[in-house]
């Protein structure tokens, strides 16, 4: 399954960004995808998941209540809607899937490549 991450930029704070993973050549349904981001001297930490089926979610307390994870499987895409940005959300966005896993940690299958947020205080 090869990953595009994509919609990274410049914003200042508490403005909001849309990133967007897509992939080809697979049907996006049948793979839980995730968001997890890592800054520069930082591990990468999760920050959000949808399962397979769009119903369930699961958010990084330091997120939760500002962004949204959503999926469109008919564009074979999964979107994190960022709002209200913060200077220590910057960071590289990774998007990630596996077909059965849906978790926190950073096991899985596969990996895009990052797109960079950079919020400006």
């Known amino acids: 399954v090869q990953l595009q991450a994509s919609g990274g930029g410049l914003v200042q704070a508490g403005g909001s960004l849309r990133l967007s993973c897509a992939t080809s050549?697979?049907?996006?349904?049948?793979?839980?995808v995730a968001w997890f981001r890592q800054a520069p001297g930082k591990e990468r930490e999760f920050v959000a998941v949808v399962s397979r089926t769009g119903v369930s979610f699961l958010y990084a307390d330091s997120v939760k209540g500002r962004f949204t994870i959503s999926r469109d499987n008919a564009k074979n895409t999964v979107y994190l809607q960022m709002n209200s940005l913060k200077p220590e959300d910057t960071a590289v966005y990774y998007c990630?899937?596996?077909?059965?896993?849906?978790?926190?940690?950073?096991?899985?299958?596969?990996w895009g490549r990052g797109t960079q947020v950079t919020v400006s205080s």
């Open positions: 990630a899937a596996d077909p059965a896993r849906f978790t926190t940690t950073l096991s899985y299958a596969y």
């Open positions: 050549g697979r049907t996006f349904a049948d793979y839980v």
